[in-house]
């Protein structure tokens, strides 16, 4: 059966962005192998993931999950089974909510920030795909430089992550694609 789990949690002290990136590398190459996909979101304190795949893979993976100390406050928005997967393209794509996603934020919850502890499963669902579009759009400039195929459709102009000096060089566009 195939399912996807959304779930919210805070970081520790200490996560920073090598942290994060050892988080993002280790998921790209984990999810890969057992067929997993999805979407990691993090602005530096709160991470909103979804993870897709086999309903098995999925549990172990998220009580593996649940017990890495380098986050807390673990909490499922939701988790159901999907006739098809939103990330088919992506073992861990990842994500940046930052102050130009603003209006986002607003879009699907009460107050402008990013808090999807507050939001209901199918507004923080509909959030990540959007947040995901514009990572798309984040990671273009090195889908070309490195002529590989980026396969999606892309927005310009590329809006500023918060993690922008990792993005400007492409280090995360080189993790993202499964
Ligand atoms: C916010 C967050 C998201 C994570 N996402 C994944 C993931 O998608 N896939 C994964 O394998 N590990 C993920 N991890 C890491 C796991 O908690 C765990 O450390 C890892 O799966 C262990 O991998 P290993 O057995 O290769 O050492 C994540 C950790 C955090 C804190």
Redesign the pocket.
């Known amino acids: 059966m195939l399912i996807r789990l959304i779930y919210v949690?805070t970081?520790q002290d200490g996560v920073d962005l090598d942290e994060f990136k050892r988080?993002l590398l280790?998921?790209q190459?984990?999810?890969e192998r057992h067929d997993?996909t999805?979407m990691?979101a993090?602005n530096s304190k709160i991470?909103l993931?979804a993870?897709e795949g086999d309903r098995d893979q999925v549990n172990d993976?998220y009580n593996?999950?649940a017990?890495?100390p380098?986050?807390r406050a673990v909490t499922i928005l939701s988790c159901k089974e999907i006739q098809e997967r939103h990330w088919f393209n992506w073992s861990?794509g990842f994500a940046a909510p930052n102050a130009d996603n603003r209006a986002l934020f607003l879009k699907y919850s009460q107050k402008s920030a990013f808090n999807p502890y507050a939001m209901g499963c199918d507004a923080a669902e509909k959030m990540l795909m959007e947040l995901a579009n514009t990572t798309i759009a984040m990671t273009q400039p090195q889908s070309q430089a490195s002529g590989s195929a980026a396969g999606a459709p892309l927005a310009a102009p590329a809006p500023q992550p918060p993690l922008s000096s990792a993005a400007s060089t492409g280090i995360f566009a080189r993790f993202l694609k499964k």
């Open positions: 949690s970081s988080i280790q998921a190459a984990n999810n997993l999805g990691l993090f991470f993931q993870l993976l593996r999950i017990r890495d380098r986050h861990m």
